[in-house]
């Protein structure tokens, strides 16, 4: 594993405002050069991994992961582009905008209006100099009615992200990305926001990287703050359902060959502040690194399997169990085998979690099985599925092994929209259908039934706190959830998503005077 250089994180700013800098410059030089010679969490949330190849990310509604109008990512890739493990496309765009491949855009004739021209900005004769320029606006607006399932008063979130950000390619070979943020949220019994909601700067991306081939095999290198998203989507994931997305600061380093491939990575967690880019710095107490692995199985049926094992370890200098803090490190040992068969869409994670908690070990478990099936009748083009969700718990309150399940940068708006758990300590059956009324719309209406895994230990919400008193109680029933996701791909660039979910609390939490609680949101998100 790479040695981590700290030093280099305190001169991301400076390199994110050169890089967004070189973009107001460039556009004017671009327009002359032209003359002379085009994108957190949920394809559902709801109904799971509910995507054909490749699955969805759980944060990530259907009308902002569509097929794109032109390749999105033409570059030669000898492993497949939908599992190489650059994130989840979306329309022309790509979750993380550093996927994107824009150069077909060096074609005045596939520029379908002004913004396309701001996607390929060449300051060459020869076109492989050339910057990329990229950006969201999102509105959003929550309401949760007794926020924290308790009885009280509601909760209304007004939200805004706006994204800029700025792709410099220098040749074949060598690039440089950088991506500023803005978070901003108001509205009603808001309490104070966490710095994922409200923001006033960040810079989310920059980093340099260098990229080849050798033989067939792609390679290539990767330094400084970066999305990660290469692994199961509820283990790892950039949070697209929060304001401010997901960045690690750190390494990655990459092989691909035609039917295998390798990702290593050695990064630390980013400590996010309120205010501007000074305040978002990496926090050296954490560490996350380790090893993915893709393989392409040989097709037994229509469709294309991915097997990719991983080995990750994480250190947390101070995490709490049970009101105890204490040094833990983390060993994840674990295989995700994805993709179609037929008319049947798979994701199954299973992982084992070893290490330490203080002087504690540490033997945990979690799988993620999800599976949906295509109908095939047309029309509205019914889908059905069911995913089972299963993280360990136990050890916690009595002491010797320490069996709490967690991940190192999973979601839980899985489990719950409005952030009333999470995976540690859970078992979940979730049925759910899929249709499109519409062209460019779809629905998909799910019921979650949530049972505690282990009746030793306590329930947890999304923050990874217990709900107090639980782990004192007998039984095992949570509660279930009745959720719906409505999705309209205005154009492949403009998209509306609405989503409603009411929790019904069950014995366990009902006997500590927690209750039911309604959830609606709905915003619209405009890329370019």
Known sequence: MTKFVRRTVHDLPLIGLAILGSAWAGSATAQTAVANNERSADVMVIGGRQQRVPPADPQVPPAEAVQPREVANPAIRPYPADADGIGIKRGGYNGSRWAEDWRLMADPKKRNDPLDRLKYLP?????????????????????????????????????????????LHLGDHLRFYGELGHGGISGHNIGTPSAKARNDLILQQAFGEFSGRLDNVDLGVRYGRQEFTDGPPLLVGALDNNTIRTSLDGFRGWAMGSRVRFDVFDFEYIRFGPHGISDDKSNDATRFSGVTMGIMLPKVMEGQLFFDPFVWRERLDAETWAGVTAREERLYTGARLWGDMGPVNIDWTIDHQSGSFGNRDIDAWNFFLAQTYDLGLGGMKPEVGIHFDYGSGGGTYEGGTLKTAATPVGGNIEYSYQGALTITNLFMVAPNVTVTPVKDVKLTLAYNKIWRANSQDAVYRANGKPYAGTQNLSGSDIGQAFRAQASWKISPRLSITGRYEYFAAGDLLTRLNYTDSNYVALWTSFRF
Not at 129 to 146: A, F, P, Q
Not at 147 to 167: F, K, N, Q, T, Y
Request: glycine share 14%; charged share 30%; aromatic share 6%.
């Open 123 to 167: 300051f060459n004769d020869a076109g492989d100099i050339y910057l990329t320029l990229s950006g969201e606006v999102r509105l959003r607006s929550n309401y949760i009615g007794n926020p924290g399932i308790v009885e009280s008063e509601h909760r209304r979130e007004d939200m805004l992200r706006l994204i800029g950000g700025a792709d």
